[in-house]
Each structure stands twice: as structure tokens, then as C-alpha cells.
């Protein structure tokens, strides 16, 4: 009995980590779930490997409170992700977006996998090409059988 | 093509080597936040003067038409390195003529006004930001932030951080040498 009561307990504690207090909550149960929705997407500038949905510093707060503002005016979720990263950059995001800077991050984990198979590939396709030419050819097989003729044959002192 | 192959290896390591390099760096910092304001005009934003304070508000429009470069410092009476950072802006202010204006970030009018009794006033305006909306235009992270904003309007430079130490304020001097905010040299 205790013991699922702790489990119970333990399994709920990760929920209760969260930074949003009551008086920051919109009265509109869709505005405030896509509220919940950007801040996750949005990276708290102090704290920083935390977004700013689950931060508890003052300027996550205010960035929730701007999100939430946002909202209500009737901006679209873009438009106000938009609007934080017009003043924070591209570093709020959690998620970088697809440009010429970021190619390379976003491109990389493919190409380079794609590059170490194609160039294994090519490699073990030449030795076997090249293990199949090692094989005499008719003529130098007649040869070989001439000169084997000629001296005699390999097992005879 | 074999040789080519042969140097692959040597390849990596040179460029892996120079990552960890890279990031072994002591100078190197993380955390820091690549500003967007650099070389963009100055943020929207307009505020009231801090009762209690002789000094008046600030806004946008006080940062273009100026005769030269002016310092935007966001401080805060209960930021414990603002005071720090205080007596070095005030020298700058006094020995070398920087024309210094201040953002109150989220802080008690009251304080603040004992704040610069006590320390003295450098600045030539401030703004109270109370609910630190502007510091959001400002984009910043935390306090002290500061700024040196051209004749224009346009943003010239950020320091993250109190610029307090030898090595803070030499940076700080040389980005405000070339700004051109110093109506007198140093050494002088």
C-alpha cells in the first residue's frame, strides 16, 4: 500500500515542476493551451537549456505574461514566436529553423552517414572488382600450360 | 586516389582538433546570447521618469539626433553588481564626458530614488520599467545590461554583465573609443 502510494507520489512530482503560476493563467482554456504550447518552443534566456513554460526566473515569467498578451489580441502562434524571436533571436528557439546558416546543422546528420556508406561502398566494390580480375585470363592460362609443358610438370624433381 | 584517402584521417583530426580547440577556449562563454540589436535602431519603447528622481523619462526619441554616440544602462537598485558597475560609469561620465542614460529595470521607485541619492546620479535620464516590457524590447537576459546607441538611433555594441574589473572596462572603453562616445580620451 505505501509503497504505490510513493509510486503514485514519484510518478506525479514531474508534473507538479512547473512554473506557471495561477494568476498568469488565461479565463480561455484554448488561448492558455496554446499559451502552454509556444512556451515550451521558447528557450528562457537565463536559465537556458530550460524553456521558458517550466523557468522560474522573472524574465520567463514576463515572456509568458508577453505570450499570453499576445494571444488575447489574436495573434497566431507563429506571429508571436515571431514577435520573441524579433528581440532574442533565433537562440529562444528550441528548435532552429531550416537556413542557409543552420544547413549544416540540420543536414549533417544524414549526409555524413550517406558520405561514410558511399565511400565504403566505392571501396569494397573496387577490391572486389579487382579480385576478380586477378583471375588469368584464356591466353595466359595457354601460356602457363606451355611453359609447364615445356619444363615438364611442377610435381616432377 | 589512394594517397588522397591516406590524408582523410590526418583531415579529421585537424578539423575535430580544432573544434575541441574551439571549445577548450577559456574567453569563450557559452552562454552568451548572440544579440539581434547589433547594427538594427534602437528598440520601441517609452518610459516615465522615476518619482522621486530629478531626472526626466526615456524613450525612443531620445536616442536619435544626438550630437554623438549615448550609453543605454539597464540597472536595478536591488542588483548588488548595478552598484559596482555604478562608480565606473560615473568616472566615465565625470573624467571623459559620456553622455549616460538609464533604463530602471523593474525596481521600487523608492529604492531607487535612495539608490542614486546615495551613490549619486550619472544618468541624464531614466526610464522606470516597471513591468520590464522595455527590457524585452532591449531583448535582455538580466541586469546590468548596457548599450551604446549611435547618433542615430542604431545600436552600436552590447555588454552583457556589470562592467566592473580591469579586463570589463577596457572592453568596454575600446567599444566606446571607436563609437567615438568619448568626448575626452583616455589618459587625459
Redesign the interface.
Known sequence: MIRTLFLIIMLGLPGLANAVEPDEMLADPNLEARAREISRELRCVVCQNQDIDSSNAGVARDLRLLVRERLTTGDSNEAVIDFVRARYGDFVLFKPPFKPQTYALWIAPFALPAAAFAIGGILLWRARRRASVEALSDEEEALVAQVLARHGRGDEK | MKRLFAVVPLAVAVVLGGFFLWGLNPERDP?E????LISQPA?EFDLPSVPGVDVPGLGRADLTDNPGPVVVNVFASWCVPCKAEHAVLTRFVERHGLRLFGINY?DEPEDAATWLSDLGNPYERIGSDL???A????????VPETFIVGRDGTVLYRYVGPIVGEKAVAKFTTALTQAGALERELGS
Open positions: 552562454s546570447i548572440p544579440s539581434v528598440p523593474k513591468s520590464g516590457r527590457g524585452i524590447e532591449w531583448g535582455i537576459s538580466g
